[in-house]
């Protein structure tokens, strides 16, 4: 046995954290687990560092440090989550929700830690800045993200330039089957229920709205460096298919599974090497119907704008994902409806074009400036709407 990989989980408290714990629990003669943070959940966060015996634990939010118990000093603030994430290791997975994971998900790469990255929003908003530092830096960005990771396994070894496209399956979420007329009344308890996948409530409200398929989209454009009009989506409600890449000389490769993000997260930590999780195993036999079907974009108008954005300025991408979490923000608080989300991403795409961004920095002041405009155009027009 090699010696064990020594890990740091951003994000422990949360779904992916759930399913990397699962996933380190199983392997503990391979992975330690060198630091976990969490932002407001710290019993939780004690749980987990009484059970792993974690030495570098971080609550970002401080709010909460008085209710901690865990065995191991507590460090709290955005900036100890920063620090964190640059102790040597071997990876750190940020499994953090929005744009908040973007600085420490930088910091993990910039002093040469390899990065599995779940954190989508971080990708759309900053991918280009984030594969030129790997490049730099010699590391590898992992993705996490079930459809990227199925993408990346069956990309790897062939050149991309001989890739005609890829297909990103989307199960299509809890209102696939919803008759339109039905969807102003959609609730955030019902946006919150996935048909396939257990996960936090933002990521489960963008499936519902299929913005989460939008953001997938931008983020194979920057994983794989590939064109918007190379990438189609497909919608597979048993989400047993996960991507499929097309190569030029007919041959298609497929990723399968069933949906369960232990097998994405152990691709990635265990790169290139695989291990015996011991799962359920899937028979096609015992499978009688997978099906497929076109996206209905007039019930998921978001979609689109991932090829979109994909095709404007190099800014939009970055003014989509945040307007994208203030909508879902102010739609969970129940101030909008479902179906302003969309209008309000669309539109503050149309006001907000602040300027091309060459650094980090740049891309937090246009995040920002994108979120004022969007809470702006809330509060104008869509408030009680
Ligand atoms: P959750 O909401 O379940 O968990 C989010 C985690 O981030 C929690 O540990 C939370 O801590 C922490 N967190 C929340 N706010 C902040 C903040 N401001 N600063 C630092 N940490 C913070 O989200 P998911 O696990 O569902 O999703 C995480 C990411 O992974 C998202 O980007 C999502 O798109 C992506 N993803 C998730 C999948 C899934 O199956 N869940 C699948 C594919 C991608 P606390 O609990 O203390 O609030
Ligand atoms: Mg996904």
């Not at 992916?16 to 003669?29: A, F, H, Q, T, Y």
């Not at 990876?91 to 830690?113: Q, R």
């Not at 299509?172 to 955030?188: A, D, Q, S, V």
Request: one cysteine or more; aromatic letters at 8%.
């Amino acid at each position: 046995m090699d010696i064990k990989k020594n890990i740091i989980l951003l994000g422990a408290t949360g779904s992916i954290g759930e399913s990397s714990l699962r996933l380190l629990r199983k392997n503990k003669e391979r992975f330690n687990l060198i630091g976990v943070s969490a932002h407001n959940n710290s019993k939780l966060l004690s749980k987990i560092v009484n059970e792993f015996d974690v030495p570098n634990v971080v609550l970002s939010d401080p709010k909460n440090a008085k209710s901690y118990y865990g065995k191991n000093e507590l460090y709290v603030g955005h900036s100890s989550l920063i620090e964190l994430a640059k102790i040597n290791c071997d990876i750190v997975i940020s499994g953090i929700i929005g744009m908040s994971g973007l600085y420490p998900a930088f910091a993990a790469i910039s002093v040469g830690n390899n990065l599995a990255i779940a954190n989508k929003e971080t990708l759309v908003s900053a991918g280009k800045i984030f594969m030129e530092k790997s490049h730099e830096k010699k590391v590898r960005i992992l993705p996490v993200d079930s459809e990227h990771s199925a993408i990346f396994q069956c990309l790897e070894k062939n050149n991309i330039d001989n890739v005609d496209f890829i297909t990103l399956t989307a199960s299509g979420g809890p209102f696939l089957n919803m008759p339109i007329e039905n969807f102003k009344n959609i609730k955030p308890k019902d946006a919150i229920k996935h048909p396939v996948w257990k996960m936090g409530e933002k990521i489960s409200v963008d499936s519902a709205t299929m913005f989460n398929k939008a953001l997938e989209i931008i983020e194979a454009s920057v994983l794989f460096n590939i064109r918007s009009d190379k990438i189609e989506v497909t919608v597979h409600p048993e989400h047993i298919i996960h991507g499929l890449v097309h190569y030029k000389d007919g041959s298609i490769l497929a990723n399968l599974g069933f949906p369960d993000m232990i097998t994405p997260l152990s691709v990635a930590l265990n790169w290139p090497e695989r291990i015996n999780l011991n799962l359920k195993k899937l028979s096609l036999n015992n499978i009688s119907n997978l099906n497929f079907f076109e996206p209905d974009y007039k019930k998921f108008p978001g979609l689109k704008l991932g090829w979109e954005v994909l095709e404007s300025s190099c800014c939009s991408p970055i003014v989509l994902n945040a307007s994208n979490e203030i909508a879902v923000d102010a739609f969970l608080k129940n101030k909008v409806r479902f179906i302003d989300i969309y209008n309000i991403v669309y539109e503050t795409l149309n006001i907000c074009k602040p300027f091309i961004p060459k650094n980090i920095d740049d891309i937090i002041e246009i995040d920002k400036i994108a979120r004022i405009d969007a809470l702006n155009l809330i509060k104008r027009k869509f408030i009680n709407g």
